[in-house]
């Protein structure tokens, strides 16, 4: 099976620009997270859709911070605007269901904001 | 490739020896745990689960142990090979559907 697709794969931005990732999840796969990983560090979950509801965004900076699932399927983070802590990878998941534990991860994007 | 985290716990290991990884986690009512592999410019990569009523649990190569006392856990790698370098992830799951990663531990295999 294909697995999670991600893109871009890397992204240079200058703080307070706006970035946008997008994620194609494994099909079939009804729950998709995203995850903020910065280097040295595991990955921190920002926000978990189940279909295309947010089941806990509770991580997820709000003032900067936004994500969609239209139609329960692909879906976008949106940083606006960027600083320079947000330097990071940006991990998409997904999993068959929110019970389900083990996800499949994409590659992520690497976001560098200079 | 690029790195996953240049500040990391490491461990070196000679090629065709065992491998040990430890984790420690933070909440008591932790049921469900999972280790992680994550190779350079990759996303973590599924090794194996365990569930808090076992306390051992083997896959091919791979052993996690669980000790719900001390709240550690372990990954027993078998045979290690140059294509176990990577970094290694323990996560915590509380019951529920948000799972916690650790900070990870970078394994290096000598030739």
């Known amino acids: 099976e294909a697995g999670v697709a991600q893109s871009p794969r890397y992204k240079i931005i200058e703080k307070r620009q706006s970035v946008a990732f997008w994620c194609n999840p494994i099909?079939?796969?009804?729950?998709l997270y995203w995850y903020q990983q910065i280097l040295g560090q595991g990955p921190k979950l920002l926000i978990q859709?189940?279909?295309?509801?947010?089941?806990?965004d509770s991580q997820l900076p709000k003032d900067r911070f936004s994500a969609e699932r239209l139609k329960g399927v692909d879906s976008t983070l949106k940083i606006q605007p960027a600083k320079l802590e947000d330097s990071a990878v940006y991990l998409c998941?997904?999993?068959?269901?929110?019970?389900?534990?083990?996800?499949?991860f994409g590659s992520g994007t690497r976001l560098t904001v200079v | 490739g690029e790195s996953v985290g240049l500040h990391l716990p490491t461990l070196s290991v000679q090629e065709g020896d065992n491998s040990i990884i430890n984790c420690a986690y933070s909440n008591s009512a932790s049921d469900y745990f999972i280790w992680y592999k994550q190779e350079s410019g990759k996303g973590p990569q599924f090794i194996i689960d365990i569930r808090s009523n076992m306390d051992k649990r083997q896959g091919q190569r791979v052993t996690v142990l669980l000790n719900k006392t001390v709240k550690h856990l372990s990954l027993q790698i078998a045979a290690t090979q140059p294509g176990d370098s990577a970094v290694y992830f323990c996560a915590e799951n509380t019951g529920g559907f948000k799972t916690i990663f650790g900070a990870g531990t970078r394994l290096f295999v000598k030739a």
């Open positions: 859709f189940q279909n295309n509801g947010v089941v806990d």
């Open positions: 998941a997904s999993s068959l269901s929110s019970v389900t534990y083990g996800y499949t």
């Open positions: 099909s079939g796969h009804a729950t």
